[in-house]
C-alpha cells in the first residue's frame, strides 16, 4: 500500500497569510494526487486533482504542485471560509489511500 | 443540479447487515466510476470500495473485502453498498464519491454498529 503523510498536522496562521501544506507519498505516483478540504459536520471538497489541476468552481487562491513523491498545497491569502482540515489522497493504485489531514486553525 | 445523496445508514448489532445507497443525478451516472469512503466522526478519511463505470469491476480495501459488496444499476442512476457481518469498527459516516480522484461528493449517511 502507498502510505500518504502529511505535514504538518497541525497549524495556526492569520486571516492574509500564505499556506503551504505538503504530502509525500511512500512511493512515486506520478501526478495521480488529489486535495481536499473538510469543514467539521460537512462532507469533503474536492480542491485539485493531478495534482495542480483546479476543480471547477474551486478559487485560484488554492493552488497545487508537485510529482512523483512530494506535492504541496498552497493557499495565498488565507481567508476566514478557509479554515478547515485539507486531505491529500492518492489514486495511483488500490487500495486508494489519504493522508492524515492538517487542520488550519486561527491564530 | 449535480449531487449524489446516500440512504440507508442507521443503529445495526455487531454481526448484522446493512445496504446502503447512493442517487445520483445531473449528470450521466452510467459514464462514471464511483466510490464509497468512510470516516469514523473526528477521524480520518478511508477509503472503501470502488466500482467501474459499466460494474465490470470492483476493487475494496483490505478492511472490508469479503464483507462488503459495491454495485450499482445505471437504470436507476443508484450506487449500493452491502453490508455484512458488521463489526464495531465499521461504525462511520459513508460517502459516496465520484470518479477516481473523488470530484464529487454526497453528503454522508452514519452507520452505527453498536449492541
Known amino acids: 500500500d502507498i502510505q500518504m503523510t502529511q505535514s504538518p498536522s497541525s497549524l495556526s496562521a492569520s486571516v492574509g497569510d500564505r499556506v503551504t501544506i505538503t504530502c509525500r507519498a511512500s512511493q512515486g505516483i506520478s501526478n495521480d494526487l488529489a486535495w481536499f478540504q473538510q469543514k467539521p459536520g460537512k462532507a469533503p471538497r474536492a480542491l485539485i486533482y493531478?495534482?495542480?489541476s483546479l476543480q471547477s468552481g474551486v478559487p485560484s487562491k488554492f493552488s497545487g504542485s508537485g510529482s512523483g513523491t512530494e506535492f504541496t498545497l498552497t493557499i495565498s491569502s488565507l481567508q476566514p471560509e478557509d479554515f478547515a482540515t485539507y486531505y491529500c489522497?492518492?489514486?495511483?493504485?488500490?487500495?486508494?489511500?489519504f493522508g492524515g489531514g492538517t487542520k488550519v486553525e486561527i491564530k | 443540479e449535480v449531487q449524489l445523496v446516500e440512504s440507508g445508514g442507521g443503529l445495526v448489532q455487531p454481526g448484522g447487515s446493512l445496504r446502503l445507497a447512493c442517487a445520483a443525478s445531473?449528470?450521466?451516472?452510467?459514464?462514471?466510476?464511483m466510490n464509497w469512503v468512510r470516516q469514523v466522526p473526528g477521524k480520518g478519511l478511508e477509503w472503501v470500495a470502488i466500482?467501474?463505470?459499466?460494474?465490470?469491476?470492483?476493487w475494496y480495501a483490505d478492511s472490508v473485502r469479503g464483507r462488503f459488496t459495491i454495485s450499482r444499476e445505471d437504470s436507476k442512476n443508484s450506487l449500493y453498498l452491502q453490508m455484512n457481518s458488521l463489526r464495531d469498527e465499521d461504525t462511520a459516516v459513508y460517502y459516496c464519491?465520484?470518479?477516481?480522484?473523488?470530484?464529487?461528493w454526497g453528503r454522508g449517511t452514519l452507520v452505527t454498529v453498536s449492541s
Open positions: 445531473g449528470f450521466t451516472f452510467s459514464t462514471y466510476w
Open positions: 464519491a465520484r470518479r477516481g480522484f473523488f470530484d464529487l
Open positions: 493531478a495534482a495542480s
Open positions: 466500482i467501474q463505470n459499466d460494474g465490470s469491476n470492483q
Open positions: 489522497q492518492q489514486y495511483k493504485s488500490y487500495p486508494i489511500t
